[in-house]
């Protein structure tokens, strides 16, 4: 067929579909870089709220842009009255990812300036999402267990003020600026599935809010961002484990995988475990959580040995490995640990949408829509012949 490219990729591994000047990742080397900073730099010198706004516009900003876009960000943080009458309304078991996709075109109702379709208008939007996501995640984890959403502290940064709205307790300073790190290394990651799942949809001119929402729901998966939930209950079924070695052999002789390991990316140490397996450690000790720590480094030695031993050296542990534990040393419950990335993913994929949409990496916006090989039942290009109910019987 004319203009088809005979490529057939199930799951697009190593195909470019399209350019971007927001991320970049080296698979082999183990390397991430935000517009260009490598992730270990923005991690001990920058902060989520310069990360976020180095994604969505790009150069760092200088003092004044960065107190400028911060205070926007606080201003937006108050979350629209209806999501908070529609929250007590809804069954306290439904899961926070399905709370948060489903917040996400409340809020689009909310926006006064949804049909506005500047650059300008979109980065609102973005410090919208950016700024109510916490809010959202935090409010509907009170109301679940009966109490009263906590309005924000406009004097406590990004991190400490969802750490407040959740658990109503002033935040440690240390822990609000370990958890500031995590959104920093959780803020974007190239291509992956909920960002390409934001971009396609924005690549049909939908608005950024059903791009987010498609995000979320991608978000959710157990092989994407919902691994770090799974990571959780891995490490908690294997307390009391004396054999870890001889677990992670069963588990994989019965098909099963070994959760926050592995990557569709990277086939080395994911750069951003590295810091994560580091924060652990240290706030383990600070948090007389050892064991906990412990327990994870021992799966993790015991199944890259595993995976060696089969042949399979590039599966090495990947951002979710070490994050559930940080997460749960932080008091983070474990359901919450997936909409927590996505409350820091949402820099990435607003700064994905804004690019899809003006184009600011290729020539023109262009629409996604790949083809699929039919191998379904055929009778030729006539079609088949319709029998009616009464003759199939
Ligand atoms: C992320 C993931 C989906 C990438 O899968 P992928 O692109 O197929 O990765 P690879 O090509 O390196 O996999 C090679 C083989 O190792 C297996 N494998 C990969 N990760 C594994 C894991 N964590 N446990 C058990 N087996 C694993 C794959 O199933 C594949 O086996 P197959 O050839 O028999 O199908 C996969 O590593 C995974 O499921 N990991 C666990 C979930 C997770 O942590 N997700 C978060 C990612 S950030």
Redesign the pocket.
Known sequence: MNGTVRVKNI?L?GVTVADTKISFIDGEKGVLMYRGYRIEELAQHSSFMETAYLLLQGPLPDRKELEAFSRRVVEARQLPGFLFESFHKWPREAHPMEVLQASIPMLAMADPDLSAETREANVQKAIRLIATLPGIVAAWHRIRSGLEPLPADDQLSHAANFLWQLHGKKPDEEIAHDLDTCLVLHADHTFNASTFACREVASNRAHMYAAVAAGVGALSG???GG?NA??MKMLQGLEGEKDIAAWVRKQ?DSG?????????VY?TT?PRGKILKEMGARLSKKLGQEKLYQLSSQLEKAAVEEFQKRG?P??KP????FSAPVYHMMEIPGDLMTPLFAVSRIAGWCAHIIEEEFAEAQERPALYRPQAEYVGHYCGLMGCTYESQQARG
């Open positions: 799951g591994r157990s092989l994407h691994a799974e990571v994989l099963k995988k070994i959760m926050g390991m592995g990557h569709a086939k994911d399979l590039t599966i990947n951002v979710d490995f």
